[in-house]
């Protein structure tokens, strides 16, 4: 069993849709990253979490650290928002244990 | 733009054969982990270092191996490639505790 569990793995969305991706975790964590990586490799970072809720622009995402659960949500989904998305559960140590990744494509 | 420059982007090597990859921290930044993601995958802890030390390491044999230097910036180094080494190789700097930046990675295929 992976420390960390995301669905979907794969989704499909028509432009302006709501879109969830959640993320599960069994590891004790100091924070949670929201990832995005492109075609060609390059990872960046969407959010941190360590509590609460966090927004920027359309996205937003939300931990529950009770329930070792995390959600990222993008509002009014755009073409240009397809990628993998990652989720991270940091260690104190600084180690992350990485999601396998959902892969977003949003359909004109 | 992270402030993380990898170097090189794509590499090919040959079996048997070792490597070395190269990752500029962003500046400041004493720690540096790298990561190994495999086409599909979501990337694998490798180990990480703080300070010039390494401070944990991942399920990796020791083959593969690492290097932190004054300024911070790091090496990775593979000793007899295989072919399953082909991935993308990705490091991550930051302070401890704090907002983690990512390179763009280093694809390398083993032939």
């Known amino acids: 069993k992976n420390e960390v569990e995301q669905s979907p793995q794969n989704l499909t969305a028509q432009e302006g849709e709501f879109i969830t991706i959640n993320c599960s975790y069994s590891?004790?964590?100091?924070?949670l990253h929201w990832l995005q990586q492109h075609p060609g490799g390059g990872i960046v970072s969407l959010f941190m979490l360590s509590s609460g809720k966090k927004k920027h622009g359309r996205l937003i995402a939300t931990i529950n650290i009770q329930e070792k659960h995390s959600s990222l949500h993008i509002t009014a989904s755009h073409p240009r928002d397809s990628a993998v998305y990652i989720c991270a559960a940091r260690q104190l140590g600084n180690q992350f244990y990485f999601g396998t990744g959902t892969s977003l494509t949003v359909i004109p | 733009e992270t402030g993380v420059t990898q170097s090189p982007t794509h590499l090919i090597k040959t079996r048997g054969q070792q490597v070395t990859l190269r990752c500029s921290s962003q500046s400041g930044h004493n720690t540096v982990s790298w990561y190994q993601q495999a086409l599909g995958q979501g990337p694998q802890f490798i180990f990480q270092y703080y300070r010039e030390e390494e401070n944990g390491r991942g399920n990796f044999p020791p083959r593969f191996s690492g290097l932190q230097f004054p300024n911070y910036s790091s090496e990775l180094n593979v000793n007899a490639l295989e072919l399953d080494d082909s991935a993308l190789y990705l490091c991550a700097s930051s302070l401890v505790g704090r907002e983690a930046f990512f390179g763009q990675g280093t694809r390398l295929t083993v032939v």
């Open positions: 590891v004790g964590i100091s924070a």
